[in-house]
């Protein structure tokens, strides 16, 4: 197996850089419309044989050195019974919004094996088909970004009930956090277990949050996760999307890998984020939009700056846009395996 990912993410020595693109699998590929014109999205994530089938796209399409689970942060969620759906161009929407101490105690912490079967048979499948090639990524939404979904009830510019409820009624806030927490503690171990080589917890909108206010509902129960994780013995990234006031404290998680946005310089970010992990990032998904000699330009620079880090991992800074033309995603990688060759 191309272990190059694995390494990197343990900061071993690698002969190139490894590279994967958050949301490889999805709308800008025409192979992936394809799949989705016959099936709604959340069928497609039941579905075990085509949500592999999916995941498999990029790694044949781009050959990028990990696959990634095709499935939503959201799916645990349905579970723990929040009523999800996903309207067609506006994003999903959860129906049955947590406000208050009531809806927290209606929340179920269901067991994977019996509401996610379809989750670890997609991941069994996976490591099947993917044997000899790359490294399968299990994933989960990070505690609060989970918990702005549940009480936004869907996307959020300002988050504003979230925050309402983390002010005012904080024991509900933490109550609701705990049992978040036991969700994805359980999925996690259970992606780990049907055989994911490695895990990406993503925090989409921890940046939303003040220093102080992430330091006390965000990083404590991703830091439980993480060591919760640890007896698997497979790496753990961390994304932290707008990191710029965070990384301090991120590396504080315990994560293996420290995934970063594009607002910061991944330079800097190396010498906040000390010496003990390794980086992964963080090319502004928008730099597929130039040319392929801007982007040698970019890559260059990222790369440059990504061997001052333990390892690197490249990676876009947030998923890449259904906008995008798939040849230029296909010269990302390439062009990131030419340049970082020793
Ligand atoms: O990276 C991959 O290729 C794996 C699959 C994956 C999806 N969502 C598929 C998807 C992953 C890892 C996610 C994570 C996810 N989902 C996040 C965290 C990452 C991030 O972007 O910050 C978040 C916040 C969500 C929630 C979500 N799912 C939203 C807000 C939306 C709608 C808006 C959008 O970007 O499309 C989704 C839908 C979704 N998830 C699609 C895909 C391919 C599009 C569905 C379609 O085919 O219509």
Redesign the pocket.
Known sequence: MNDTFLRACRGEDVEYTPVW???????YLPE?QKV?AGVD?LT?CKTPELAAEV?LQ?VDILGVDAA???????IPLEAMGMKLR?H??K??VLGNPVRGAGDVERLRVPEPLESVPFVLETIRILRKALSGKVPLIG?A?APF?LAT?MIEGG?SKNFINTKALMYREPEVFHSLMRKITDTTIAYLSSQIEAGAHAV?V?D??AGALAPDDYAVNSLPYVKETVKALRPFGVPVIY?V?NCGGLLEQARASGADVIGIDWRVDIGEAVKRLGGKVSVQGNLDPCALFSSVDVLRLKVEDILKKGRTARGHVFNLG??IL?QTRPDMARALVDIVHELSRN
């Open positions: 693109i958050m949301r490889q699998a999805g709308r992936y989705r999205f497609l995941t990029p990634i689970l095709f499935s939503d942060i959201l996903f067609e161009n994003g999903p994933f939404g970004t979904y996307g990406q993503f989409s909108w994304f999307n947030h998923g259904p």
